[in-house]
């Protein structure tokens, strides 16, 4: 079985009316949590890497543990996806390195800090779709800024989607997927408080899903941050603040109207330091370090099988057979023609 691609997994998740979840990966541990919850629970599932996370594992070692993790689970869709490509070669040496999706986020400059103008994020868009498609790769898109909109995190700058530009944009760019910014931002501290409807403009997903019913939607910054788990990293002797994620609520209902791709990196991240801060502590004597990660791996495993049930992804990874990048290449012949 291929890598799947993210074009085919989101187009099977509208059928299906459900979403998938993109889960970031670093190493092998939390790459196996994140696939044995998958086949646990048969669901298609997204691992993404950051440069940051390129840069930790090294392209070479990353690439193969994905490659490793599509042998070991055949029977389930996985795509290797770039999150936050910050420049066209970015994208393009992710591609070179068998990644079957790529994230170009124009959105921002290439600093990944500086909120860029429209046109240069459709001029750098357009130019990795154009390129991706060429060889069957999927490409999402990002319109809007991340940003707290209490705390301050992120950019610092909140540029919550526009509808009308949104349609542009897809028009534009021919993108797979577009990043929505409704109010999210990515990290442990995302809101003072349990944030409303309001708060997070659910409005606007349902705005852009009745202008763009075709586009598969992708909420960025979307970890619940359990309390439970912030409880535990703190009982463990960690200091985490007081703060507040996405209710998986309100996912649910992005779910309903178009929301397709949903990122969650840090709610893995505080899972494991749980499990790790417990480990450690209660087992002193302890010093071979696979006592250590194998709870982690565990404790990944159980994020995944969660949020993969909580949006409606269970029992769907036998729904399709996974096409190859030369049978998606094929799909987008044509299709720009006259845009
Ligand atoms: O978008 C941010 C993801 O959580 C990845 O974070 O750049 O620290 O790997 P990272
Ligand atoms: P969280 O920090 O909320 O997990 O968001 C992750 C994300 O959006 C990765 O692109
Ligand atoms: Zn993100």
């Not at 970031?24 to 949590?33: D, F, I, R, T, W």
């Not at 002797?237 to 929301?259: K, M, Y």
Request: glycine share 10%.
């Amino acid at each position: 079985m291929p890598l799947a691609t993210l074009r085919q997994v989101l187009d099977e998740a509208a059928k299906g009316g459900y979403g998938v979840g993109a889960f970031n990966v670093n190493n092998m541990e939390q790459l196996q949590g994140i696939v044995s919850g998958a086949q646990e629970v048969q669901a298609p599932v997204i691992v993404q890497a950051s440069r940051g996370a390129i840069a930790y594992a090294g392209p070479q070692y990353l690439r193969n543990l994905v490659l490793a993790a599509v042998e070991s689970a055949p029977e389930i869709p996985i795509v290797l996806h770039l999150d936050h490509g910050d420049k066209p070669e970015t994208c393009f040496m992710a591609i070179d390195l068998g990644f079957t999706s790529v994230m170009m986020d124009g959105s921002l400059l290439a600093d990944g800090k500086t909120p860029s103008d429209y046109e240069y994020n459709v001029r750098v868009t357009r130019e990795v779709a154009d390129a991706a498609h060429e060889k069957g790769v999927s490409v999402e898109g990002e319109l809007g800024t991340l940003g707290g909109i209490e705390d301050g995190h992120g950019s610092g700058e909140v540029h919550l989607t526009d509808p009308d530009q949104a349609v542009d944009f897809v028009e534009q760019t021919g993108v797979d997927a577009l990043a929505v910014a409704i109010g999210t931002s990515h990290g442990a501290y995302k809101f003072t408080q349990k944030p409303t409807g309001e708060v997070l403009a659910m409005h606007l997903i349902e705005e852009i899903h009745q202008k763009l019913p075709d586009t598969h939607m992708v909420m960025h910054g979307s970890s619940s941050v359990p309390q439970s788990l912030v409880d535990r990293i703190n009982a463990a002797g960690g200091n985490l603040e007081a703060t507040f994620g996405v209710p998986v609520e309100e996912i649910q209902q992005g779910i309903r109207h178009g929301v397709r791709k949903v990122n969650v990196d840090t709610d893995g991240r505080l899972a494991i330091t749980a499990a790790l801060r417990e480990t450690i502590n209660a087992s002193p004597k302890e010093f071979d370090p696979r006592a250590f990660f194998k709870p982690a791996r565990e404790a990944m495993k159980q994020v995944v099988m969660e949020r993969l049930t909580q949006f409606g992804a269970a029992g769907h990874a036998g729904d399709y057979e996974v096409l190859s990048l030369d049978e998606m290449a094929k799909r987008y012949v044509g299709e720009r023609v006259g845009v």
